[in-house]
């Protein structure tokens, strides 16, 4: 069976900045290099690599509130889709990534 893309439910940056200095519980997804997160970084964000993956899809609520973001949007598009596949029904992707987060909640988080 071929996956079908779903329609992800998108933030603004504006938006999750609310919500991470709200009490509301939200995790952040980086899936970014490494490379990339050494360059520009958004505090709290965990960097999506195999074991994360594994311990998300194992042991996460599927009612657990996501936001996965990377440079631009495409690529975490692509990983939000993913999520919402396996089952999970909260996840939002991240409009314009750590470059919008840069240029319109946190000018100290580099631009590449």
Not at 11 to 31: F, G, N, W
Not at 54 to 72: G, L, N, Q, S, Y
């Amino acid at each position: 069976m071929v996956n079908q893309a779903v329609n992800v439910e998108e933030i603004s940056v504006t938006e999750l900045s609310a919500q991470l200095a709200s009490d509301a519980p939200t995790r952040l997804i980086d899936v970014r290099t490494p490379e990339e997160r050494e360059t520009a970084r958004i505090e709290g964000a965990l960097l999506a690599d195999d074991k994360l993956v594994k311990t998300i899809m194992e042991t996460w609520d599927k009612a657990t509130p996501i936001v996965v973001h990377c440079h631009h949007g495409g690529r975490s598009l692509q990983a939000a889709n993913y999520f919402t596949q396996q089952g999970f029904t909260n996840v939002k992707n991240l409009t314009g990534g750590i470059d919008a987060w840069s240029l319109k909640v946190d000018a100290q988080v580099p631009r590449y």
